[in-house]
C-alpha cells in the first residue's frame, strides 16, 4: 500500500519552546511525525504488528530493540522506502533519513557526493552548508577523497551529512553512530543538539547515554513500548 | 533549482563516475577490434557467400571470409560491450539512485542523464573500430558503416539498460545480455529478425558491400526499437526505484 500518507506544513500556530519541545498554544505538543497502527509483513512473518508513534517538534525519540526486531522496517516504512499493510504515516514537514547501511557514491568525493544530493533536495547552497557540516563532524579533511577510500567512521559521517544538508524538520537515523570513535560520537550528539526545534528519531540497538532523549521506545513482538 | 539542472548535475556526477573507471572504458573501446582482429587475422582468404540488402533487394555475394564473419563478431562485440557496461551502470547504482529519489529526484532525470552518457560512449565505442575498419576493409560507405555501428551500440545500451531495471542480480543480467546477443548473432534466416540488432546489422552489411546501400527502412526500424525500448525501460525502472511520496 502506498497510500494513506499526509504531509502538512507548519502554519498558523503560536508556538513556544517548554518542556524540550514545540508546544502550539494551549499547551498541546505539535507532532511532526505520527504513526497510527501500522502493520508489515514479509510473506508470513509479520513484522510490525500496529505500530503507535508520535515525535513532537524539539523532541528526540530513540527506537531500541534486538536485531531482527523490525527497526529498520519501520523507519524505512515511515520515510516511503518500503510500502506497508495497514495503518497510516502522517509526516508534517520535511524529513532526512540516514540509512543503516551508507548509500553512497564510492567513486564521487565527499564534496561531489554532497553537490548531487544537495541537487536531489534542490537547493543552491549545497557545499557550503556541506562544508560547514564536515567541520563540525570533523571530518572535512577528506572532502577531496573518493567514498570508497573513507573509514568506515568517514563514510557514516557522509551518510549523516547528506541527510541533514537540506535542514530537515524531522531527521530519521538507523543507527547512526555505528563505526564513530568516541569523539565522533560526542561530535553526533553536540551536532543535534544544535538542531533546535528540530526533531530527531533515532534507532539503535542500544541507547547508551539515556539524558540524550527525550523519550525512549522499544520495539518488541512488533510494537513499541515505552521505556 | 529547476529540472533542466538536476539533469545536468546528474550527468555531471555519472561522467565523473565513469572517468574514474577508465579500465573499463578502455575495455569497452578495445574490445570490439580486440574481436575483430583476433579473427581478420587469422582467417584465410577462400570465398563465402552472404546476402547483402540493397535499395534493388537482396543479392547474394561472394566475399572473403576475413571481410564478412571477423566484422559481425566486432558488431557483437559492440553491443556486448555497450550491453554490459549499460547494465552496470544502471543495476550497479540502483540503491544509490533510490536514495536521490527519496530525496527528490525523479527515476526520469537520472535516467535520461544516463542514457545522454551512455549515446556518448556508444558514441566513441562506434569511431574506434570504424577508425581501423576504414583503412584496413575499405568499405563501400563508411558513413553507413559508422551508423550501423553507432545503432547496434545504442540498442545494445538500451536492453543493458532495460536487463538493469529488470534483474537485482549481476550473473544473471550478464548471462542474459551474453544470450541474447550470442544467439542473436548466431542465428540466421527468419530467427535472425526476432532480435532487436537485425536490421542494425543488415545496414552493417549493406553499407559494407552494396553500391547503394538499403539505409532508411533499417534506421526506421531501430529507431523504433529503441523508443519502445526507452519507454519500457523507464517504466520498470520507475517501478524498481520507487518511493512514496508525502
Known amino acids: 500500500m502506498w497510500m494513506k500518507h499526509h504531509r502538512s506544513c507548519y502554519g498558523g500556530y503560536l508556538q513556544k519552546f517548554e518542556r524540550g519541545c514545540w508546544m502550539k498554544e494551549g499547551g498541546e505538543s505539535e507532532a511532526v511525525l505520527e504513526v497510527k497502527d501500522v502493520h508489515k509483513r514479509f510473506g508470513r512473518h509479520h513484522v510490525l504488528k500496529g505500530v503507535d508513534l508520535k515525535v513532537n517538534r524539539g523532541e528526540i525519540v530513540g527506537i531500541t530493540g534486538e536485531n531482527g526486531s523490525g527497526k529498520s522496517t519501520l523507519l524505512k516504512v515511515i520515510v516511503g522506502l518500503l510500502p506497508f499493510d495497514r495503518g497510516e504515516v502522517i509526516l508534517h514537514g520535511t524529513f532526512g533519513y540516514c540509512p543503516q547501511n551508507p548509500v553512497l557514491f564510492d567513486d564521487l568525493t565527499m564534496e561531489e557526493n554532497i553537490e548531487y544530493f544537495s541537487a536531489a533536495y534542490g537547493i543552491e547552497d549545497g557545499i557550503s552548508r556541506g562544508n560547514e557540516l564536515m567541520k563540525l563532524l570533523r571530518c572535512e579533511q577528506f572532502r577531496g577523497k573518493p567514498a570508497r577510500y573513507l573509514s568506515g567512521g568517514t563514510r557514516q559521517k557522509l551518510n549523516l551529512i547528506i541527510s541533514l544538508l537540506h535542514d530537515p524538520d524531522i531527521l530519521i537515523l538507523d543507527e547512526p553512530y555505528q563505526g564513530f570513535d568516541y569523539e565522533s560520537y560526542l561530535s553526533f550528539w553536540d551536532l543535534i543538539g544544535r538542531m533546535e526545534g528540530k526533531s530527531v528519531l533515532v534507532v539503535s540497538p542500544m541507547v547508551y547515554e539515556r539524558h540524550y532523549f527525550t523519550k525512549i521506545y522499544r520495539l518488541e513482538d512488533g510494537r513499541l513500548k515505552y521505556e | ?246
Open chain 2, 1 to 246: 533549482m529547476n529540472k533542466i539542472q538536476k539533469i545536468f548535475i546528474s550527468l555531471k556526477m555519472q561522467a565523473l563516475e565513469q572517468r574514474r573507471r577508465i579500465a573499463t572504458l578502455l575495455i569497452v573501446f578495445i574490445l570490439p577490434v580486440a574481436f575483430w582482429a583476433s579473427l581478420y587475422y587469422t582467417a584465410g582468404d577462400e570465398l563465402t557467400q552472404i546476402t547483402v540488402p540493397t535499395v534493388d533487394g537482396d543479392v547474394k555475394m561472394f566475399v572473403p571470409v576475413k571481410k564478412s564473419y571477423p566484422l559481425d563478431l566486432g558488431l557483437m562485440a559492440v553491443a556486448w560491450t555497450m550491453a554490459v557496461v549499460s547494465f552496470f551502470s544502471e543495476s550497479g547504482s540502483a540503491e544509490k539512485d533510490r536514495r536521490l529519489v527519496l530525496c527528490g529526484y525523479g527515476s526520469w532525470q537520472i535516467l535520461l542523464a544516463r542514457l545522454i552518457l551512455l549515446t556518448a560512449v556508444s558514441l566513441l565505442t562506434s569511431v574506434i573500430p570504424l577508425s581501423l575498419f576504414v583503412p584496413v576493409l575499405s568499405p563501400k560507405h563508411p558513413l553507413m558503416l559508422w551508423l550501423s555501428l553507432f545503432i547496434t551500440g545504442l540498442i545494445a545500451m538500451e536492453i543493458g539498460l532495460l536487463i538493469g531495471a529488470l534483474i537485482p542480480r549481476s550473473t544473471e543480467g550478464v548471462l542474459i545480455i551474453i544470450a541474447i546477443f550470442g544467439i542473436g548473432m548466431s542465428v540466421q534466416g527468419k530467427a535472425a529478425e526476432l532480435f532487436p540488432t537485425y536490421p542494425a546489422r543488415q545496414l552493417f552489411r549493406s553499407a559494407m558491400f552494396a553500391d547503394d546501400p538499403l539505409v532508411l527502412p533499417f534506421v526506421e526500424q531501430e529507431l523504433l526499437i529503441l523508443i519502445a525500448l526507452i519507454i519500457v525501460t523507464l517504466i520498470f525502472w520507475y517501478f524498481r526505484i520507487r518511493v512514496r511520496r508525502f
